[in-house]
């Protein structure tokens, strides 16, 4: 339990260094193009696309649901644990 309690703290303190890496690159007006990245968003923190039946941003129901995107900078996507460019299906 420890250690699961452990990832999620590291993984929410990623998103967020990244969230706020990106708000204030686009407020010094850099041109740094954020990307929508799949998979990272913590449950109720994605930016958009949480499937049908949802309002959008702040919907998402679960940890890195595959559906729901959170905005990133340019080429970091993939390089987050569970980040993807493209939205991930169940299997």
Excluded: F, H
């Amino acid at each position: 339990m420890k250690n699961a309690r452990q990832k999620i703290a590291i993984s929410s303190a990623i998103v967020a260094t990244l969230v706020l890496a990106t708000s204030a690159a686009t407020a010094a007006g850099d041109k740094t193009k954020p990307e929508k990245c799949y998979g990272v968003a913590k449950a109720g923190q994605n930016d958009c696309a949480a499937g049908p039946g949802t309002s959008c941003a702040g919907t998402s129901k679960t940890d890195g649901q595959g559906n729901a995107w959170a905005y990133v900078l340019a080429g970091t996507c993939k390089k987050l644990v569970g980040g993807s460019l493209e939205p991930k299906t169940k299997k």
